[in-house]
């Protein structure tokens, strides 16, 4: 099915400032992980009064449903919608009414743009080509809202999924595409290491806990440079160690925190076998112990060249090829929309809002962060296309 791409502009261009409207509504009232009631609420409200049919999953989480002409096919758009403990330091009249609590990484942007495409079809009084299935997803920032709502039928008779996240690297009218790994998965490592208190005098009467962890910390990273492949990724990272009571007191209990980066599920698998390895048997050689709990975080996101495909042609589209920018490395941060293409076709792209003429340059996870907010229209009509260009 195709669409008029001029008309597809002058229709958004008609919605573009309820699209404000309704971000900056998200942006003064921002609500942590799986505590978005309001936000839920003001969703629900914008799709009753478009009369489109909801349900809510995982507390604070909501899908609903359009009909396409072609019902054979049903496209799903997810936009996160929690925001972030950071205070709001920005000078405007939408800037956050919760202390403490700010929208700087753009999911307020992500919610409206995905209400943005149910306004679309809404205002145009016209089916889109398939079924859509909009998909409200809390808590990507910290338990993970995606995996709870796949559990309880997010995804059941979708065949493709789109998801974009707000890029400040990117100026407004590029999108940023990735095929393959674009984000890292994530475990978190807890080491204790366990020897044996005495006298720091007499260091050869005990087991020296905090020796034995600077050789463990130092063995493991030895896995990325001499077990890993030069051409693979992999990051292990500590950032804690708490250990020991006074300065000539040897340390008999170590615990190192850290976390594990990898971009590939053979990699990851690998690397948690060695860290194992290391951390039960190097402390033996000093007359220790250690133990390893690997708590498994989010999956990495590794998209589908097919739904890559309709995205950089939908792009080629709206802005021209020129403002395709095809991202060489991929972000060893995580995103838990790998967790919605880990079961089914799909891709995640990057939406361009930085704008240096307006001074929109601050980086996300920060309190000035903002958006251009001529991108929410970009973000509709990208996804618009999308749909129809998922044959």
């Known amino acids: 099915m195709n669409i008029n791409i001029n008309q597809l502009k002058e229709n958004t261009k008609k919605i573009e400032n309820w699209l404000i409207d309704v971000r900056r509504d998200f942006h003064q009232n921002p609500e942590l992980g799986t505590e978005e009631y309001r936000t839920h609420d003001r969703i629900c409200q914008y799709l009753d009064e478009m009369g489109i049919q909801h349900k809510t999953l995982f507390k604070t989480g909501v ?12 496209v799903a758009l997810r936009g996160d919608i929690d925001a972030l403990p950071i205070t709001d330091e920005k000078s405007v009249g939408y800037a956050s009414k919760n ?20 306004r679309y079809f809404y205002e145009i009084g016209e089916k ?4 859509i299935r909009l998909i409200f997803q809390p808590a990507e920032e910290t338990v993970g809202g995606a995996k709870p709502m796949i559990e309880e039928g997010a995804l059941e008779g979708v065949d493709v999924v789109y998801g974009l996240h707000v890029d400040e690297t990117l100026n407004v009218g590029q999108i940023g595409i990735k095929y393959g790994a674009m984000n890292a998965s994530s475990d978190t490592l807890k080491v204790l290491i366990e020897g044996e208190s005495c006298h720091g005098a007499y260091p050869s009467r005990g087991v020296d806990a905090l020796l034995i962890s600077a050789h463990v910390i130092v063995a493991l990273q030895s896995i990325v440079s001499r077990n890993l492949d030069a051409r693979e990724s992999g990051v292990i990272t500590f950032g804690t160690i708490n ?23 053979a990699v990851r698998e690998k690397m948690k076998k060695r860290i194992k390895e290391i951390v039960e048997t190097l402390p033996l050689a000093f007359g220790g112990k250690g133990k390893v709990d690997i708590e498994p975080g989010y999956t990495a996101l590794i998209n589908h060249d097919k739904s890559v495909n309709t995205i950089k042609e939908s792009v080629a589209q709206l802005f021209g090829k020129e403002n395709i920018y095809e991202k060489k490395l991929a972000n060893m941060g995580v995103e838990d929309f790998a967790y919605f293409i880990e079961e089914r076709e ?11 003429e307006k001074n929109i340059v601050v980086q996300a996870h920060n309190g000035s962060f903002d958006i251009d907010e001529k991108a929410l229209a970009n973000g509709v009509m990208m996804q618009v296309l999308n749909i129809y260009n998922s044959k």
Do not use: M, Y
């Open 128 to 131: 889109p080509p398939f079924n």
């Open 243 to 265: 250990g020991g009571t006074q300065g000539n007191i040897i340390a008999n209990k170590v615990l190192l925190t850290g976390t594990l980066r990898t971009l590939d599920p």
């Open 346 to 356: 799909g891709a995640f792209f990057t939406l361009g809002v930085r704008n240096k």
């Open 99 to 118: 202390k403490g609590i700010c929208h700087a990484c753009g999911h307020d942007a992500h919610a409206a743009i995905v209400l943005g495409v149910a």
């Open 63 to 74: 899908i609903a449903d359009i009909k396409g002409e072609d019902e054979s096919i049903t």
